[in-house]
Structure formats: structure tokens, C-alpha cells
């Protein structure tokens, strides 16, 4: 019996390799043709900026597709989180070209969205349908976030932070161990996948450390409360308004023909008028910070508003990104008033805002080892802790669930 079980063990292990090296290279490719997309979407409309006075059309274009080819798609990650938790047994194929399209138009057009949720939607949608072909324990589970590993990693190149992303959303408090080994092969090798062809990873090491003085330690503690305190005003202001804006505006078609309306008028004016440039994912923003450490006071709090209603709105794409963007322009924003480095601040307010906003804690470290380098790593743990200990049902994701304890 115990020869046969470990024979079957090792059987199992051939195939989770197997399928995830299969998953890494399918969902890297995929992630490289939207990243590539979206980044020559980005650069188009920045130089035809009348683009964003059709952001309404391309609402309604959106609305449409959804309505007329979404069904259960529609649900967005809300979906992923239900297949998660079992609420669901299937994501529809249909989900992988609808949310590449509409999010490359909600970006060509001018809308402040992101595309991590995308590629994560895109990675658990592939990589779930091999589930029912496995018989292993937990397969639909495992290979959910195999996929979700698979799709952070090939787009951000940060496999470590891809991987614990996957294994701690779903139940925050829980870390879902069992699809450690397939989500790391997968995530390294969709990593390597989209870096090969083409798509290039953001990554600023810092050169700066922080001192280990009680002092810096109370800084960075404070520094991780107020990262952590912006990126819970995000996750709750999104839940706030996508409710209201669906009591008021009931129906999607105007909902999306409105908002796109005033998002359009407001962002061209901003824009105009040289105040800043608040469409698409915010790595115009990131850019400054971390090139030139420096930002506008102001820039956090419009690139929240803009992503808050805009999403809200019923335009498509992640979070994620503007949630970089706000965190790294809020740090630099901090960092004079505490007399620390503007990089490192700006650095640390870019991983702790992203986990207090999806109320994950080993993913948003690891983000910040990953892409800033691992020198300032102890003070990453403090902040992300910091924030992590906020609210934990204030979160991006409607479909997570706060472990009982």
C-alpha cells in the first residue's frame, strides 16, 4: 500500500509539472500579446488625445458586448472567486477575448483601469478547464490558481509575489499550500515566457536604504498605516460606488453613456491644462516617481478618483496598477514631510498600498523585493504588515472571504 501511494504521489507530481510548465507557457504568451497591446494602446492614444472625447461610444460598445455575448463573464473576477469557493464549477472560454477587448478600449479611450485582474482572470479561466481532465484532490482549486500565478506572473515578471498573490486571495488568512508546487512553475515559467518575446518587467533597484534606528522603524510604521489607510479608502470607495451608481443609475447603458461623459470632459480639461494625465494605468505616474522622485500632492487622490469611477462606471480592466501608481505617488508625496528617502517611501508605498486595497499580506512583500530590490525588504514587512492589520473585509475583491478564526 505504501509503494503503491507513493508511486501514485510521484504519478500526480509528473502531472501538476506537466500541465503547469504547459499553463506557464500558454497564459505567458497570452499575457505578452495583451501587455504589448496595451502598452502600444497606451502610447496611440497619448498622442491622439481626442480619443478620449469617444470614451462614452466606447462605453456603450462594452455594455453591449457584455450583454449580448458575457452571461456569467460578465461576473469578472467576481467569477473566479466563486469557482474558488465552489460557488461555481466553470469559467466560460467566452471570458478571455471579452475582457481583452474591452479593457484594450476602456485603455484606448481613455479610461483610468488596470490589467492585473485581467490577467488573472485570463490565467484561471486556461487553467481551470485542464481541472476536470485531473484526477487529484482539490484539482479545480489547485489548478484555479495555478492559472491566477500564471497570469500575475506574465504580465509583472515577479514570480515569487504571483504565486503568493494566488495562494492567499481567495481566503485572506489562509494560504492554500496544496497549489504551491504547480503555481511557482507556473508563474516562473510565464514569466520567462512573456520577458522572452518581448514584454519588458518594471523594475527600479534602490540603491537607498533605511537606518535601523527607532526612529525610522516609527516612520515606517506610520508610513505603512497611511498606505494602508489610502488603499482601503480605494477598496471601499469602489464597493460604495459601484452600489450607488447601480441604485441611481439602474440602467447600464446610460450609467455608462454618462459617467463616460464626465470622465471624458474632466480628464481632456486635467490634461489640457497640463494639471496631470490621469488616463490608462498610471505608469506615467510610476515613471516620475521613481525616474525623476517627484510627484504632484494631489496626483494619489485624482488617480483614485478616476479609477473609482471609472471602473465603477462599468468599464473594464484590473486595479492593480493605479494602485501602484497611487501608492508611489503618495509616497513621494510623504516622504519630504518624514525626512526619508523619496524612492525608498515611494517604493514601499507601491507594495503596501497594492495589499492593504486586496488585503493580502505575503504577495505585497515580495512585490516590493521582487521589482525594488531585497536591500529595504525588512521595512516592506513592517508597512505591509501595517496595513494588513487594517479592516480585512475592506477589500478590491467583493468574492473574498475573511478566514474564521
Known amino acids: 500500500m505504501t509503494s503503491l501511494s507513493i508511486k501514485q504521489k510521484a504519478q500526480q507530481y509528473v502531472v501538476l509539472t506537466g500541465m503547469a510548465l504547459f499553463i506557464g507557457l ?24 481626442p480619443l478620449i472625447l469617444f470614451l462614452s461610444l466606447a462605453g456603450l460598445v462594452i455594455v453591449y458586448l457584455y450583454k449580448r455575448f458575457g452571461g456569467k463573464a460578465s461576473k469578472g473576477m467576481g467569477l473566479i472567486f466563486d469557482v474558488g469557493h465552489a460557488r461555481e464549477e466553470r469559467i466560460p472560454l467566452v471570458l478571455v477575448p471579452l475582457i481583452m477587448l474591452t479593457t484594450w478600449m476602456s485603455h484606448l479611450f481613455g479610461g483610468s483601469v488596470g490589467r492585473e485582474g485581467v490577467a488573472v482572470q485570463i490565467g484561471a479561466t486556461f487553467s481551470h478547464r485542464f481541472a476536470r481532465h485531473i484526477k487529484i484532490p482539490d484539482a479545480s482549486r489547485i489548478f484555479l490558481m495555478t492559472g491566477m500565478a500564471a497570469g500575475f506572473a506574465g504580465l509583472f ?4 509575489a504571483a504565486t503568493f498573490f494566488a495562494l492567499e486571495v481567495l481566503t485572506v488568512g489562509e494560504l492554500q499550500l496544496m497549489a504551491l508546487y504547480p503555481a511557482l512553475i507556473a508563474s516562473i515559467v510565464a514569466s520567462f515566457t512573456s520577458h522572452a518575446r518581448g514584454l519588458e518587467k518594471f523594475a527600479v533597484p534602490l540603491r537607498e536604504t533605511l537606518s535601523w534606528t527607532p526612529e525610522t522603524l516609527i516612520k515606517v510604521a506610520l508610513l505603512g498605516l497611511a498606505f494602508g ?21 439602474p440602467n447600464p447603458y446610460i450609467r455608462i453613456v454618462l459617467i463616460g461623459a464626465g470622465l471624458s470632459l474632466v480628464l481632456l480639461i486635467l490634461q489640457l491644462t497640463k494639471v ?55 509616497g513621494v508625496f510623504l516622504a519630504p514631510m518624514l525626512g526619508l528617502p523619496v524612492l525608498v517611501v515611494a517604493a514601499i508605498g507601491y507594495a503596501s498600498v497594492f495589499g492593504s486595497a486586496t488585503t493580502t499580506l505575503l504577495a505585497p512583500i515580495l512585490i516590493g523585493g521582487e521589482v525594488f530590490g531585497y536591500a529595504n525588504l525588512p521595512f516592506f514587512v513592517i508597512a505591509c504588515a501595517i496595513a494588513y492589520c487594517l479592516p480585512k473585509e475592506w477589500s478590491i475583491y467583493s468574492g473574498q472571504k475573511v478566514a474564521k478564526k
Open 26 to 49: 500558454l497564459v505567458g504568451a497570452i499575457d505578452m500579446i495583451f501587455g504589448q497591446g496595451l502598452l502600444l494602446i497606451g502610447d496611440f492614444r497619448s498622442q491622439h488625445w
Open 157 to 160: 515578471q515577479t514570480p515569487l
Open 229 to 249: 489607510l489610502a488603499g482601503k479608502l480605494f477598496a471601499v470607495s469602489l464597493s460604495w460606488l459601484k452600489k450607488t451608481v447601480a441604485q441611481v443609475l
Open 276 to 330: 496631470g494625465t490621469y488616463s490608462g494605468l498610471g505608469t506615467n505616474l510610476i515613471d516620475v516617481a521613481f525616474h525623476q522622485g517627484s510627484a504632484q500632492s494631489y496626483d494619489w487622490i485624482l488617480k483614485l478618483l478616476f479609477t473609482v469611477v471609472t471602473i465603477s462606471a462599468g468599464y473594464q480592466g484590473g486595479e492593480v496598477t493605479p494602485l501602484f501608481a497611487i501608492g508611489a505617488t503618495l
